[in-house]
């Protein structure tokens, strides 16, 4: 009876321990990719948001935190979601991120990331950061694999130059 | 890849703090489901009164039937016109007249270009694999104070498909931002399940069985092993995208 019971209090992985195991590591990525703190946490929110309303199936995958970042990549490429953040920026609900350039003085991966696009920061940041390989990650964006190539190549071309700059 | 792995990683913890709290993204859920349930109510409310206002209409026939408003349609922005005019162009293979709505420094990386050579390149390779597109539509989706985004969703046909009675492929879209009347960087999602299952599998799967030494050259395995952008990868996926058509045509 009491195994009984835990199970039914822990179905599987619960959602509070992947948010704790997942939060930090999602949204120090979009942080990479967007350059602003507010717009990292906002994607990061929804993402959570959106992988909680599909709880009961993305905890029985092998692998949600693909899911996890999948939709989180999603709400940032999705011309909804960008529409969105460009609306909440003009009309300052989402403030510009001062700290940003602070950290730039401070850290060349930091600055070289800043001369890439979002799509070519969000490239490097899945497959070399995070692992995912890069079908998974072209996919994850949504674009050809020949496109994630060009990201990739373009943003190695940049961390190279600030790691030898250091 | 390690390399990139740990300086990514160290950039990544200079992220300053985040408020995270998991009561943060339950109260966001419950927002959202009271946003839903307001939507719904008014669109319920919406279709009883479109519903009232159609019978009322044909109850009363043409004694009440008003004069019909004029259509009002709103006036394009310049960006829109700049986008749709380079995504004909794009279409049309015309790299010199897409160039003409680029700014000078255009990020076409998420179109799979590397600057203008490469966008050049990716004309001829559309062009060579018979590329169509259709069922074009822009919207102007937003702007912030320096930019407009816009938003083009299409149909596309590829490797012959509308040739040999498959397609075309919904679902795939480009974003453009403009600014200055330019387009400073465009970028692409490809919809590619179908796509990939009808036609770049079986083409490829094709090319290797029939041709096996031309697959180094019209693929690019360095990441992803799609096609490569050469002017001989080109000249092949030309010569065998016609090849493959009248094959599996016949």
């Known amino acids: 009876v009491e195994t009984d019971a835990i199970e039914l209090a822990f179905p599987s992985l619960s959602f509070e321990v992947f948010f704790e195991?997942?939060?930090?590591?999602?949204?120090?990525?979009?942080?990479?990719?967007?350059?602003?703190?507010?717009?990292?946490?906002?994607?990061?929110?929804?993402?959570?948001?959106?992988?909680?309303e599909r709880w009961d199936r993305i905890s029985t995958l092998d692998d949600p935190r693909a899911y996890l970042f999948r939709t989180a990549m999603n709400a940032f490429r999705t011309s909804y979601g960008r529409a969105?953040?460009?609306?909440?920026?003009?009309?300052?609900?989402?403030?510009?991120?001062?700290?940003?350039?602070q950290i730039d003085e401070r850290d060349a991966a930091v600055r070289a990331l800043a001369n890439l696009s979002p799509r070519q920061r969000a490239a490097?940041?899945?497959?070399?950061?995070?692992?995912?390989?890069?079908?998974?990650?072209?996919?994850?964006?949504?674009?050809?694999?020949?496109?994630?190539?060009?990201?990739?190549?373009?943003?190695?071309?940049?961390?190279?130059?600030s790691m030898t700059s250091e | 890849v390690n390399e990139y792995r740990s300086t990514l990683?160290?950039?990544?913890?200079?992220?300053?703090?985040?408020?995270?709290?998991?009561?943060?993204?339950l109260r966001r859920r419950e927002r959202k489901r009271r946003n839903q349930r307001i939507t719904a109510g008014v669109v319920g409310i919406a279709v009883f009164v479109a519903a009232v206002w159609v019978l009322g209409a044909r109850l009363g026939g043409e004694t009440t039937n008003p004069a019909k408003p004029p259509m009002v349609v709103p006036g394009e922005t310049k960006a829109l016109e700049v986008a749709k005019n380079f995504f004909a162009a794009y279409g049309a293979f015309d790299a010199d007249r897409a160039i003409t709505y680029l700014a000078d420094d255009a990020d076409l990386s998420g179109i799979g270009a590397d600057g203008i050579r490469e966008f050049r390149l990716l004309l001829?390779?559309?062009?060579?694999?018979?590329?169509?597109?259709?069922?074009?539509?822009?919207?102007?989706?937003g702007s912030s104070a320096l930019e407009t985004y816009v938003h083009c969703t299409y149909d596309f046909h590829s490797n012959g498909s509308d040739q040999i009675g498959r397609g075309p492929y919904s679902g795939t879209s480009i974003h453009f931002t403009v600014r200055d009347g330019k387009i400073v960087?465009?970028?692409?999602?490809?919809?590619?399940?179908?796509?990939?299952?009808q036609m770049w599998y079986p083409f490829k799967e094709w090319v290797s069985t029939n041709y096996p030494k031309d697959v180094a050259v019209m693929y690019d395995d360095t990441y992803t092993g799609d096609y490569a952008l050469t002017p001989n990868s080109i000249r092949l996926?030309?010569?065998?995208?016609?090849e493959y058509v009248e094959q599996v045509g016949r």
């Open chain 1, 21 to 52: 195991q997942e939060r930090e590591s999602l949204y120090r990525a979009l942080w990479l990719v967007t350059r602003n703190r507010f717009e990292a946490e906002e994607l990061t929110q929804e993402a959570f948001v959106r992988v909680l």
């Open chain 1, 84 to 101: 969105v953040l460009a609306a909440k920026r003009t009309i300052k609900f989402l403030p510009a991120d001062d700290a940003i350039s």
């Open chain 1, 124 to 161: 490097v940041v899945l497959t070399d950061m995070l692992g995912f390989r890069s079908e998974e990650a072209a996919h994850m964006l949504g674009i050809r694999a020949s496109t994630l190539r060009v990201h990739m190549s373009r943003a190695h071309a940049a961390l190279k130059e």
């Open chain 2, 9 to 25: 990683e160290r950039a990544g913890s200079n992220a300053p703090p985040a408020d995270l709290a998991l009561e943060r993204v």
């Open chain 2, 124 to 141: 001829s390779y559309l062009e060579a694999v018979e590329y169509r597109q259709l069922h074009t539509s822009c919207l102007d989706v």
């Open chain 2, 185 to 197: 960087r465009a970028s692409m999602y490809w919809e590619l399940g179908k796509y990939a299952s």
């Open chain 2, 237 to 242: 996926w030309k010569r065998h995208t016609r």
